[in-house]
């Protein structure tokens, strides 16, 4: 498309193609532009976005479009608008427009059944106990088409605004408030349904403050930052009439104050708001914010009473104030306190069912076994109670559990997560996570050794591990990307990241810009993105798993040792070896003698065939060398080759101009491919050598070009190590020959193998036989002394003496090392550069326009920390975890107590800053923290004194009233209820039906997912392009923390129940409620092998059916059934029965497993067939329920 | 204290239910999130999370005031809600740039029902050719691909037949609205 030379005509253009849908990227772009620059153009486009929408939507104008006559009354429209707004069009309606009418009104009811469901399709969250509609909705059998929303609980603790759909407009509401308060109350509310969104600024169960105790931090500062800051905040550039009223100077300070205290009349704030000209009045209506009358009021008396300043109060030192009067634990005394003041009472506790289901899922992530539910309901007194929390805290699984709520902040994948979105081996860090946790780390080390782990004196393996945290975020290699320009985006990444986590401060806004909303000024964030501006980390991430710096992440202290020992050991030998070259001499020893004897296959026409050598086994070591000459055209072409028919075995082959090598264990899928490509040119020659060490992994394959090792890479598969053998019987070496593919046919010489893994310096010599037959033929005067030091080497390497003693024993040593270091996983760490770090402030975030140079500095709005820190990542970990510091334990009491009541106490676990929310209870927020510091940080304390309250134990039964007064249970009348996380409720249906399995640790695995996921999203040439699935237990049934997250294509069943992406830190997900959840907890193979195996253990495991209905519920929700429940139930499963018994052919069906057939269920006794996929049917409904998709 | 709104609605609109005068708002508000953030594709998502609030909010609507005005905010606070979910990848205007489209949008919006009036004229003026392909575009929801495909014409000769359409409609329009 040519631009037109009017602008306006090429803006008009731009609109017309963007409409269309076929507007590129640099297009739209220029549209923005053109709309930025040129006058009037906003109003044109949005006049034709208009007409776009009236054409495409409005019956009016599709009618006309639809008729070949145009209707009389439009035809006389111009000159005549009388006439036209008498008959407005929509008031006589064609047959079409009426079509047209209802197919918007469907939208529109497609949009309400959505919501409906989401607020009422679910069960009676106020009952406790399963009512009947909840059992007889989940019928597949019976009712296809019904979309079973109703089987996700509807049990909504974030929607906070208990509004109704209603078709009709309600009545007024008979509250003082005006409809646009409400409205705002309303729209804020909704804003704060999740993660990525604002919560009201507002604590809404606050009362109104009686006179006189207005303060400023509660009530005022929320209405400023929410509507005054974006223009009279800390952000110095978008400051308008140089007024910020986000500090008592700025607001009471200057020439003539906008506010005066104690005079409202004469504070020209209060005569702004109030203003009715459109003119003056603030905030500005273009704004498009306005401050309800109750707010006005609020302000109006805050300055009548005197304009009391506060600092913010998560800037504030934390401060125990629990009274010394106060009596019992110290949780319910400020809970109890919040309570009264809103005429509302602690429920009761929960019964033991619940309460030892509650417990254990907010330990270990798992369920109780119905035998544990029985020990603790049969076992009275608190006791009992403390004996359970101690007992979950030291499972394992405690840790997975915690780990797996810290990744979520940690941003960790197995993924590199841009472009190619490469496999990336940083597990053993997750592991530590899960590790530190189970070892009650102190959250002060824990951090410490996160953040700098590299920069404590002699830093041990697990420290070096822990700094992972900073190398999680996303990397790329694209190529054109800029190095300098990812190497500020990595840092940004890790300043929002630790600003996020630490401190609750959404500090990546001062990236750009002064913080619009809270102090943090560019100056500051710079000066933290000093702190990790000094690594030696590069900009490109090579697309490699191990994208330095790395580690390696030895299984044991002895590994690594004997791992530095050989490394010792092999400087020595190679010293040695040097010596003894030094040393030797080879008068009189002829090369012709004691060169090799190699396979020439200089003819090349017929394929070689050098018998049974060349046969080796997985952990054999082996090297293999020959001199080459490529084809004269490009193609692919078989080097050297040990396969049978099946192609297991070896070759070594010439494709795209690369040569790789590859130990196949299975054709296509399993097998090793490591080489180099674009290197080696159609009709070149060379020499060519690998050796492989045993150790059946990727790294244990190295590969040389003329004698000197070449960076090579894994081709097409992330997967890094063999399980099984490749060695093949029935199989002939064979060396060159015609390809039977390409025709194409190579020249090979000199072919070698040996069966062990050659020292470099052996495989040189072998590459430099040809040339010192040559030198050897010379006279000896004549030879150069390089001739003579090339000749002396290879003689050397070929004679027996102490120099082949020497380095054959080195090889052997490298071998050991080889098998060692290749079968260890690698870990992505940090490392610091020796300079002083620094950096420059990067103006608009750009990061080639530098502005002043800043130092490594803690931000200026926080208070000074009376501490020697030193001023690199180290002292930031210290002054984080500094006893004095105002954020750092309050973020953390928070995001622990919103793990257990799925809402923080400040609800904004993400942003403390002035943005977020204010806490519901800010003296125990405070408690908690100051506890948690003197406790020495200790983590398990905490969630065990949370745990203990009666706060925490009480009934999640929910009255009317205390719905609506309190739908979020932010006043914590009631004990938590709230849909179990993504990761928890596949666990759960695994570990009920008796299949999880329980390792912990080691590399990500990858159970089933539909087909197709990674391809749509994949690269051609990324490793993780194809996805291969895991088979067996062991990959398909671990604990979901395990499986591999693949960045730009999570596991669906996971994402679906809102796991995030993992690419930024996220400290609250969201937590949405949509029928798909139903369909993938009742098609999903993994919960229909759950049911399936549920069904079997059930029956396995009691004998009537009664019994066998106890027992499922039991192991899925901690309590029997009850008589009610079991009517239900008991009639789905006859009609399962019934429907079964006369469709054998489905029953078999279901009992087939689709996705790994070994996990199919076998019946010995036909006639048994249907009775167990009844049962596997009433397992679904089951494993649908509120009550166990839910905790309690 | 009121609503910053310019002009309050025509007075049919006190008489419609709250589902009439979403359902009438469709297009308009389609329009007015179509203008913020130039994406065809989410633009229908938008105005579906959009309906959604409004319902959620329905309540909160007094019958009588401007539905328009109400309606166009809480799209506004949808676009950016969209805004912020998505990286640069889909976001092609600034918040400058966004505030300022919202404003033109809520300035033009007290005409609309005049401009669809006149629209229904103008459609007629349209040269047979351009009616035709608007038509196809419109009425048959048609791709500009298979457009090009049915007339034997090049998409690019759609794209120029399609903004010409356009343009002569607006100019039309803009003459043909009442004063």
């Known amino acids: 498309m040519k631009p037109p030379s009017d602008p306006f005509e090429e803006l008009t253009e731009l609109a017309s193609r963007l409409l269309d849908g076929e507007l590129p990227e640099a297009g739209t772009k220029r549209l923005a532009d053109l709309l930025d620059s040129l006058p009037g153009a906003q109003d044109r486009f949005v006049r034709m976005c208009e007409l776009h929408a009236m054409l495409e939507g409005e019956p009016a104008a599709q009618s006309i479009l639809s008729s070949d006559h145009?209707?009389?009354?439009?035809?006389?429209?111009?000159?005549?608008?009388?006439?036209?707004?008498?008959?407005a069009p929509h008031e006589k309606r064609s047959p079409r427009q009426s079509l047209v009418r209802l197919s918007s009104v469907a939208a529109l009811t497609a949009a309400a059944l959505v919501f409906f469901s989401f607020r009422f399709g679910g069960p009676d969250p106020t009952q406790p106990n399963v009512g009947e509609s909840d059992l007889a909705e989940p019928n597949p059998a019976e009712d296809v088409g019904k979309p079973p929303v109703s089987l996700v609980d509807a049990e909504d603790e974030t929607s906070g605004t208990g509004i109704s759909v209603e078709a009709e407009p309600a009545e007024t509401s008979p509250d003082e408030e005006g409809p646009e308060s409400q409205y705002e109350r309303a729209v804020l509310a909704s804003l704060g349904s999740g993660s990525q969104k604002r919560p009201p600024a507002n604590f809404t169960g606050e009362p109104a403050p009686a006179d006189g105790s207005i303060r400023f931090n509660r009530h005022i500062r929320p209405i400023l930052s929410e509507n005054c800051y974006a223009c009279h905040g800390p952000d110095e550039a978008s400051r308008e009439a140089d007024l910020r009223l986000d500090t008592l100077a700025g607001a009471t300070g200057g020439e003539s104050p906008v506010v005066v205290a104690g005079d409202a009349e004469s504070s020209e704030l209060i005569a702004r708001?109030?203003?009715?000209?459109?003119?003056?009045?603030?905030?500005?209506?273009?704004?498009?914010?306005?401050?309800?009358?109750?707010?006005?009021?609020?302000?109006?008396?805050?300055?009548?009473?005197?304009?009391?300043?506060?600092?913010?109060?998560?800037f504030m030192p934390i401060a125990n104030r629990l009274p010394e009067e106060a009596e019992g634990n110290a949780i319910d005394y400020f809970v109890d306190r919040t309570l009264e003041r809103n005429g509302l009472g602690r429920s009761p506790e929960a019964d033991r069912h619940t309460l030892v289901r509650r417990a254990t899922l907010d330990l270990t992530g798992l369920p109780p076994t119905p035998e544990e539910t029985a020990a603790f309901v049969g076992e009275e007194g608190e006791a009992a109670y403390e004996n359970l929390i101690d007992d979950l805290m030291d499972r394992p699984s405690f840790g997975e559990h915690r780990a797996r709520y810290w990744l979520d902040a940690a941003r960790y994948g197995d993924t590199h997560g841009l472009h190619l979105d490469n496999y990336r081996e940083i597990w053993p860090y997750r592991d530590w996570v899960v590790d530190a946790f189970n070892a009650n780390k102190p959250f002060d080390e824990f951090t410490v050794e996160q953040l700098a782990g590299d920069l404590l004196p002699d830093a041990t393996q697990e420290q070096q591990i822990a700094t992972g945290f900073n190398r999680c975020n996303v990397t790329t290699s694209e190529g054109g990307a800029i190095e300098e320009e990812f190497l500020a985006r990595y840092a940004v990444d890790r300043v929002s990241t630790t600003s996020t986590v630490w401190m609750g401060l959404t500090a990546g806004c001062a990236q750009c810009h002064d913080h619009k909303f809270d102090p943090i000024t560019m100056k500051d964030f710079y000066s933290l993105y000093a702190f990790f501006n000094n690594t030696t980390q590069p900009g490109m991430d090579g697309n490699a798993k191990d994208s330095p710096p790395a580690i390696r992440a030895y299984d044991s202290p002895e590994q690594k040792s004997r791992s530095e020992d050989l490394k010792k050991r092999i400087e020595a030998a190679g010293k040695e070896a040097e010596k003894a070259l030094k040393e030797a001499s080879f008068e009189g020893v002829d090369l012709a003698d004691v060169a090799p004897e190699s396979y020439d296959h200089g003819a090349a026409e017929k394929a070689g065939d050098l018998g049974n050598r060349g046969a080796f086994s997985i952990d054999e070591p082996f090297t293999v060398a020959f001199r080459y000459k490529l084809p004269t055209e490009d193609g692919r072409t078989i080097l050297a080759q040990r396969v049978d028919e099946r192609e297991r075995g070896w070759r070594v082959f010439w494709e795209d101009r690369g040569i790789i090598v590859e130990l196949i264990e299975s054709h296509p899928d399993k097998s090793l491919k490591r080489g180099v490509t674009r290197r080696f040119k159609a009709g070149s020659s060379g020499h060519f050598a690998v050796s492989y060490d045993g150790s059946g992994a990727s790294d244990g394959i190295t590969l040389y070009s003329a004698g000197d090792r070449l960076a090579?890479?894994?081709?097409?598969?992330?997967?890094?190590?063999?399980?099984?053998?490749?060695?093949?019987?029935?199989?002939?070496?064979?060396?060159?020959?015609?390809?039977?593919?390409?025709?194409?046919?190579?020249?090979?010489?000199?072919?070698?193998?040996?069966?062990?893994?050659?020292?470099?310096?052996?495989?040189?010599?072998?590459?430099?036989?040809?040339?010192?037959?040559?030198?050897?033929?010379?006279?000896?005067?004549?030879?150069?002394?390089?001739?003579?030091?090339?000749?002396?080497l290879v003689l050397a390497c070929h004679t027996e003496g102490p120099y082949r003693d020497a380095i054959a024993s080195?090889?052997?040593?490298?071998?050991?090392?080889?098998?060692?270091?290749?079968?260890?996983?690698?870990?992505?760490?940090?490392?610091?550069?020796?300079?002083?770090?620094?950096?420059?402030?990067?103006?608009?975030?750009?990061?080639?326009?530098?502005?002043?140079?800043v130092a490594p500095a803690f931000p200026a709005f926080l208070p000074?920390?009376?501490?020697?820190?030193?001023?690199?990542?180290?002292?930031?970990?210290?002054?984080?975890?500094?006893?004095?510091?105002?954020?750092?334990?309050?973020?953390?009491?928070?995001?622990?107590?919103?793990?257990?009541?799925?809402?923080?106490?400040?609800?904004?676990?993400?942003?403390?800053?002035?943005?977020?929310?204010?806490?519901?209870?800010?003296?125990?927020?405070?408690?908690?923290?100051?506890?948690?510091?003197?406790?020495?940080?200790?983590?398990?304390?905490?969630?065990?004194?949370?745990?203990?309250?009666?706060?925490?134990?009480?009934?999640?039964?929910?009255?009317?009233?205390?719905?609506?007064?309190?739908?979020?249970?932010?006043?914590l009348a009631r004990g938590p209820r709230f849909r179990l996380d993504a990761e928890v409720i596949r666990d759960q249906a695994l570990f009920a039906s008796g299949l999880l399995d329980d390792t912990v640790g080691g590399p990500g695995v990858r159970p089933y997912q539909p087909a197709g996921i990674w391809e749509a999203v994949g690269y051609t040439n990324s490793n993780t392009q194809t996805f291969f699935q895991d088979y067996g237990g062991s990959a398909e049934?671990?604990?979901?923390?395990?499986?591999?997250?693949?960045?730009?294509?999570?596991?669906?069943?996971?994402?679906?129940?809102?796991?995030?992406?993992?690419?930024?830190?996220?400290?609250?997900?969201?937590?949405?409620?949509?029928?798909?959840?139903?369909?993938?907890?009742?098609?999903?193979?993994?919960?229909?092998?759950?049911?399936?195996?549920?069904?079997?253990?059930?029956?396995g495991e009691a004998d009537a059916r009664d019994e066998r209905l106890d027992r499922m519920a039991e192991l899925l929700r901690g309590r029997p059934l009850t008589d009610r429940e079991r009517r239900v139930v008991v009639n789905s499963l006859d009609q399962f029965l019934n429907t079964y018994e006369s469709d054998r052919a489905a029953a078999a069906e279901l009992l087939t497993d689709d996705v790994n057939d070994s996990f199919s269920i076998r019946v010995g006794e036909p006639a048994n067939v249907p009775e167990l996929a009844a049962w596997t049917m009433v397992a679904t409904q089951m494993l649908n329920l509120a009550e166990v998709i839910n905790k309690n | 204290m009121t609503l910053p709104v310019k002009n309050s609605d025509p007075p049919e609109n006190s008489s419609k239910s709250f589902a009439d005068l979403m359902a009438d708002h469709q297009p308009r508000l389609a329009a007015y999130i179509r203008s913020l953030i130039a994406d065809e594709h989410s633009t229908k998502d938008v105005l579906q999370e959009t309906n959604v609030t409004l319902l959620k909010k329905s309540r909160d609507f007094t019958p009588g005031t401007n539905f328009t005005a109400w309606a166009f905010r809480v799209a506004f606070f949808e676009v950016l809600t969209w805004r912020r979910r998505h990286g640069r990848?889909?976001?092609?205007?600034?918040?400058?740039?966004?505030?300022?489209?919202?404003?033109?949008?809520?300035?033009?919006?007290?005409?609309?029902?005049?401009?669809?009036?006149?629209?229904?004229?103008?459609?007629?003026?349209?040269?047979?050719?351009?009616?035709?392909?608007?038509?196809?575009?419109?009425?048959?929801?048609?791709?500009v691909q298979s457009i090009a495909a049915d007339l034997g014409f090049k998409a690019n000769a759609v794209s120029q037949l399609l903004h010409r359409a356009r343009t002569n409609l607006l100019k039309c329009i803009n003459d043909y609205t009442p004063a």
């Not at chain 1, 053998?725 to 193998?753: I, Y």
């Not at chain 1, 270091?821 to 530098?850: C, I, N």
């Not at chain 1, 750092?888 to 609800?907: M, S």
């Not at chain 2, 009036?117 to 196809?136: D, H, K, Y």
């Open chain 1, 70 to 87: 145009l209707p009389e009354n439009v035809v006389s429209l111009p000159g005549t608008k009388t006439l036209g707004a008498e008959a």
């Open chain 1, 273 to 314: 708001i109030t203003a009715t000209d459109a003119d003056d009045v603030m905030p500005p209506p273009e704004s498009h914010k306005s401050l309800s009358p109750a707010q006005i009021e609020l302000l109006s008396r805050w300055v009548s009473e005197g304009a009391r300043w506060e600092d913010h109060w998560s």
């Open chain 1, 712 to 792: 090579s890479r894994f081709v097409n598969r992330w997967f890094d190590s063999l399980e099984n053998d490749f060695e093949v019987e029935g199989a002939k070496l064979r060396v060159g020959g015609k390809d039977p593919v390409s025709g194409l046919v190579p020249t090979v010489n000199e072919f070698v193998v040996y069966d062990r893994r050659l020292a470099d310096r052996e495989i040189k010599a072998l590459s430099e036989l040809t040339p010192a037959l040559a030198i050897a033929k010379k006279a000896p005067e004549k030879r150069s002394d390089k001739e003579k030091a090339q000749l002396k």
């Open chain 1, 810 to 853: 080195l090889a052997e040593l490298q071998t050991e090392l080889s098998r060692i270091e290749s079968t260890t996983a690698t870990t992505l760490v940090m490392s610091e550069k020796d300079e002083t770090p620094k950096a420059h402030l990067l103006m608009r975030g750009e990061y080639e326009q530098k502005g002043d140079e």
């Open chain 1, 864 to 971: 000074e920390i009376d501490a020697d820190l030193s001023m690199n990542r180290l002292g930031l970990a210290r002054w984080l975890v500094h006893p004095d510091h105002p954020l750092t334990a309050r973020v953390t009491v928070n995001r622990i107590w919103q793990e257990l009541f799925g809402i923080g106490l400040v609800k904004t676990a993400e942003d403390f800053g002035t943005q977020g929310d204010n806490p519901s209870h800010p003296d125990l927020l405070d408690w908690l923290a100051s506890t948690l510091i003197e406790s020495g940080w200790d983590v398990k304390a905490l969630y065990r004194t949370i745990m203990l309250s009666e706060t925490y134990r009480q009934s999640s039964r929910l009255d009317e009233a205390l719905a609506e007064h309190d739908p979020e249970n932010r006043l």
């Open chain 1, 1037 to 1099: 049934h671990r604990r979901s923390l395990y499986s591999f997250w693949k960045r730009t294509a999570p596991p669906p069943n996971l994402a679906l129940f809102d796991a995030p992406n993992r690419e930024s830190c996220i400290m609250r997900r969201e937590r949405t409620n949509t029928p798909l959840q139903a369909l993938v907890l009742m098609n999903d193979p993994h919960f229909v092998r759950a049911s399936r195996y549920l069904a079997l253990r059930v029956l």
């Open chain 2, 89 to 143: 990848e889909k976001i092609h205007f600034d918040n400058a740039l966004v505030d300022s489209l919202a404003n033109a949008v809520e300035e033009n919006a007290p005409r609309y029902e005049d401009r669809l009036e006149a629209l229904q004229f103008c459609i007629g003026e349209l040269p047979e050719r351009q009616r035709e392909v608007i038509e196809l575009r419109y009425l048959k929801t048609r791709s």
